[in-house]
């Protein structure tokens, strides 16, 4: 039984009973409080970045399954498991938005292959999919705003990394911070705070709108 894991993604349930995590190519269930891990894929998904639905019914993610990286989605006990995109692309970095009738992700499904990856949205109900950044850049890891109006990104360019936003409908990027380090997974709290992790060097740590908090 595998009792630790390196490079591992986790997400905490709405109601804060469990974290989903991803651990040797399949995502797992544990308590919050500890306990058991329960294994809800098979181990042929390459299944990675879980992240829970508002309502906390249901689980996306990305996995390696059909010769390429997909979006999926899973129910917490294992059933109910769909492909969400097809084609040959590199979906990545699901995120639900905050009423739970969207995912962002990135994807290189502008053009494939390409280093470039810039930020969609899927509609769960219908597949449809929308292009939300539109730059010759690495934009990754999509956050929604609260209001669910906006969605801020990482983006590595030319000689500095950044965190974006784009108010959808719009194609006008905003910038929220950069620096010679590395910008990466942001998140936006309940009141509007951006939290995102900085990796300068040899050293990380925690930031929430500017201020280190570890």
Same mark, same amino acid.
């Given at each position: ?7 591992m ?9 469990h974290? &989903?995590?991803?651990?040797?190519g399949?995502?797992?269930? @544990? !308590?919050? %409080?500890?306990?058991? &891990? ?6 042929? /998904?390459?299944?990675?970045?879980? @992240?829970?639905?508002p ?15 997909? #979006?999926? +989605?899973?129910?917490?006990?294992? +059933?109910?498991?769909?492909?969400? $995109? *097809? ?9 639900w938005? !905050?009423?739970? *009738?969207?995912? %962002? ?6 053009? !494939?292959?390409?280093?470039?990856? /810039?930020?969609? *949205? ?13 730059? !010759? ?5 999509? *956050? ?34 950069? $620096? ?10 309940? &009141?509007?705070? #951006? %939290?995102? @992790?900085?990796?300068?060097? &040899? ?9 280190? @908090?570890?």
């Amino acid at each position: 039984d595998a009792t630790e894991g390196t490079s591992m993604a986790a997400s905490v349930s709405p109601d804060g009973t469990h974290v &989903a995590m991803d651990l040797g190519g399949s995502l797992w269930i @544990v !308590p919050i %409080a500890g306990g058991r &891990a329960e294994r809800i894929t098979d181990l042929f /998904n390459d299944a990675r970045q879980p @992240v829970w639905s508002p309502d906390g019914q249901t689980l996306a993610y990305f996995a390696y399954r059909d010769g390429g990286y997909d #979006l999926w +989605s899973i129910k917490a006990d294992g +059933s109910d498991q769909k492909k969400l $995109s *097809t084609g040959a692309f590199d979906d990545r970095d699901p995120m639900w938005s !905050p009423d739970g *009738t969207k995912i %962002a992700f990135a994807s290189d499904r502008g053009e !494939p292959g390409k280093a470039s990856y /810039n930020i969609w *949205t899927l509609e769960v109900a219908t597949g449809k999919l929308e292009q939300v950044s539109f730059s !010759p850049f690495e934009n990754r890891l999509p *956050t929604w705003s609260p209001d669910g109006r906006t969605i801020a990104y990482s983006s590595t360019r030319d000689g500095f990394s950044g965190i974006f936003a784009v108010t959808l409908g719009s194609r006008d990027e905003k910038e929220l911070r950069r $620096s010679t380090g590395t910008l990466s997974a942001p998140s936006y709290g309940p &009141a509007g705070q #951006l %939290a995102y @992790v900085l990796l300068d060097g &040899a050293e990380s740590r925690l930031e929430i709108d500017g201020k280190a @908090v570890s």
